[in-house]
């Protein structure tokens, strides 16, 4: 079934440093993809999505790209906050679906 | 515009009772969804409702069930809780069609004890 890899956390950064989270789904069809941010006690923000290959989302420096031949949707930040410290959940939506399909989670600290 | 909210915030109950959650989306929004939250499962997919339809179910037990009414409002329910149920479950909503984004509640935590 359709399913989605993130990498591992915690990630701990010093503040400035460069992001990536990595992410590769499996899919059947053309799936469109998602990160979503969740802060302490809150529920989950859509950061940004992509609904076909080779589309980039972007917003707040965050950016990813939809890459059909490597099946997956890499996060990137080029300088981060304190905070941007959170939960970064990579999902997607399965062709003709309304449902989304999520990762397990990364875990980001970024210390001043 | 308010948000998606969800009541109540936190729940404790008592194996094999049953619990209620709501969640009002967002005013114009005709699809709402609810994910459960885990630390062993992370986020699942328990059903979605448009125009107060179900129009995907997720593969959780019959003791989940779920309704939308015809202002959108939603109302999920579980019976015969088990310790397993103990999880933060989030409603989202969005305007239905394909690729909508979701905007979630802040959550009810359940507990099961």
């Known amino acids: 079934g359709d399913s989605v890899t993130q990498m591992e956390g915690p990630v701990t950064l010093s503040e400035e440093a460069c992001l990536t989270i990595n992410c590769t789904y499996t899919a059947t069809g053309y799936p469109s993809l998602f990160w979503y941010v969740q802060y302490p006690g809150e529920g989950l923000q859509l950061l940004l999505k992509?609904?076909?290959?080779?589309d980039k989302g972007s917003n707040k420096g965050f950016e990813a790209t939809y890459r059909k031949e490597t099946t997956s949707f890499h996060l990137e930040k080029g300088s981060v906050q304190v905070s941007d410290s959170a939960v970064y959940f990579c999902?997607?939506?399965?062709?003709?679906?309304?449902?989304?399909?999520f990762g397990s989670g990364t875990r980001l600290l970024v210390r001043p | 515009k308010a948000g998606v909210t969800q009541t109540p915030r936190y729940l404790i109950k008592t194996r094999g009772q049953q619990v209620t959650l709501s969640c009002s989306p967002i005013?114009?929004?005709?699809?709402v969804s609810w994910y459960q939250q885990t630390p062993g499962q992370g986020l699942q997919f328990l059903f979605e409702y448009f125009s107060e339809t179900q129009r995907n179910k997720g593969n959780f037990p019959g003791r989940f069930s779920g309704r939308q009414f015809s202002n959108s409002r939603s109302e999920m329910n579980v019976s015969t809780l088990e310790l397993g149920d103990s999880a933060l479950y989030l409603c989202?909503?969005?305007?239905?069609?394909?690729?909508?984004?979701?905007?979630f509640g802040n959550g009810t935590r359940l507990t099961v004890t």
């Open positions: 989202a909503s969005s305007l239905g069609q394909q690729n909508s984004p979701l905007h």
């Open positions: 992509a609904t076909k290959a080779d």
């Open positions: 005013s114009g929004h005709r699809s």
């Open positions: 999902a997607l939506s399965p062709d003709s679906s309304y449902k989304l399909i």
